[in-house]
């Protein structure tokens, strides 16, 4: 590979993060991108840097592909660096809804993008996200606002190509979950609560039957 090229990557990312290059070289190969080769490592440096994300706070990390090599994972503090930091960005906020035993059901994710007359929005159902493990059993919410969130950037912004760590990582190597039990059914016209004081007017959302959430432009 083009060795300036990785050491100018690099020396990027050493001087945004005031580290030496060559240490951040070594800590780097053995933690966070781990088995990650010289072209890998030179991707995920790149990715890294473009979004100014911090490798070393874990906003971004290598996860071993299924047909091998290493892709670049973005965890959910680095979508959330993504998003505030776009020029754009104009707001967010989400709506739950639960089913009969105050399990969720679906996360709503709305993001309001500067010269756009509509919000983008994202819906993430339970039933098609849960994952078998200790995040997704324990908090539940906390990890279905996440997908949501992550998967609404994307749409709102642009990004594509990168994994999140809520979902797509835990199936790049191999999806050995148990399926997660149906929910139920939305109730047509029910209201969705927003949460958070700052949505705009009219920011209320509300389920109909065959109409599937989209994003505008």
Known sequence: MDTGKKDSALAVMAER???????????????????????????????????????????????????????????IDGWIKIMNQHPKMNGVSFAYQV???????????????????????????????KRNSEPWRQYPFRMLRH???????????????????TFESETIEEDDATPAPVMGEIEP??????FGDDAPPGAEMENKESEPVAAND
């Open 17 to 75: 993060m005031n580290l030496e290059p060559a240490k951040l070289h070594a800590t780097l190969k053995n933690t966070v991108f781990k088995g990650a080769n010289d072209e890998e490592m030179m991707t995920l440096v790149v990715v890294a840097n473009e979004h100014k994300l911090n490798p070393l706070q874990k906003e971004i990390y290598a996860f071993p592909a299924k047909a091998g090599g290493i892709v670049p994972v973005i965890s």
């Open 99 to 129: 089913d009969d035993n105050k399990n969720p059901f679906s996360c709503a994710c709305t993001i309001w993008v500067k010269g756009r007359e509509n919000p983008v929005v994202i819906t993430e159902f339970y039933d098609e996200c």
């Open 147 to 165: 997908k949501a969130l992550s998967q609404c950037v994307r749409v709102a912004f642009g990004f594509a190509g990168y994994a999140d760590d």
């Open 189 to 194: 016209g029910k209201k969705l609560e927003l």
